[in-house]
């Protein structure tokens, strides 16, 4: 069983906003033991960062290129893991996911335990 599913993807023009969602089932992961991250990796290239939140959702850390547009959330007893995505340029297609650590705060993909399959956001010009 996937631990974490994304939804929420899709086709939007630049300018444009989408909100994504990452839950998990409580019986194979409770999101409040994690730092919570969210990652894109877009064709032909490498996974980035682009914004974790902390386990009580106090504190918040993003890729330069997110800071302003993007914004992190959790909602520990939805066992739920949110991005809203504002502004959206061209270059921010990818797809998007979402991922858990045991790490205080990271941004490496490494760090990360759990991973969910991914969404596709595809941003037009």
């Known amino acids: 069983q996937v631990p974490l599913v994304e939804s929420g993807g899709g086709l939007v023009q630049a300018g444009g906003s989408l909100n994504l969602s990452c839950e998990a089932s409580?019986?194979?992961?409770?999101?409040?033991?994690?730092?919570m991250g969210w990652f894109r990796q877009a064709p032909g290239k490498e996974r980035e960062f682009v914004a974790a939140v902390s386990r009580g959702g106090g504190r918040t850390w993003y890729v330069d290129s997110a800071q302003g547009r993007f914004t992190i959330s959790r909602d520990n007893a939805m066992n739920t893991l949110y991005l809203e995505m504002k502004s959206l340029k061209p270059e921010d297609t990818a797809v998007y996911l979402c991922?858990?650590?045991?790490?205080?705060?990271?941004?490496?993909?490494?760090?990360?335990?759990?991973w969910g399959p991914g969404t596709r956001v595809t941003v037009s010009s």
């Open positions: 991922a858990a650590s045991l790490s205080y705060n990271s941004n490496k993909s490494a760090d990360y335990h759990y």
């Open positions: 409580r019986r194979t992961l409770s999101l409040s033991s994690y730092l």
